[in-house]
């Protein structure tokens, strides 16, 4: 659907439409580090400062999701004092289902 009654065929500049209802969805994103699997009372006894260990390594590529829905894969780097993301390829559901690394 158009918005001010434009064709589809009328489309030649964006700047003469309205902001899109598009541009005003907001997406959730998330990135995976690991994974991790422990008995509920182990996770029960944790307090602050526990330390849960991943099975992914330091240079393993981490997981990009978009509303908790994987939708790429990426490298991290660390810039200044920022942690960073770069992604490298499009993520591929079944190996995210399958708890890849």
Not at 76 to 95: G, K, N, S
């Amino acid at each position: 659907m158009w918005l001010s009654g434009a064709s589809m065929q009328d489309h030649s500049s964006s700047a003469e439409y309205p902001m899109s209802q598009v541009e005003a969805v907001n997406v959730e994103i998330s990135v995976v580090l690991g994974r991790s699997v422990l008995p509920m009372a182990q996770l029960l006894r944790m307090g602050r400062g526990a330390v849960i260990p991943l099975d992914a390594g330091e240079q393993d590529e981490v997981w990009i999701l978009a509303n908790n829905h994987p939708v790429a894969r990426g490298q991290i780097e660390l810039r200044e004092d920022r942690i960073t993301i770069v992604v490298t390829r499009p993520a591929d559901v079944y190996d995210f289902m399958a708890g890849a690394a």
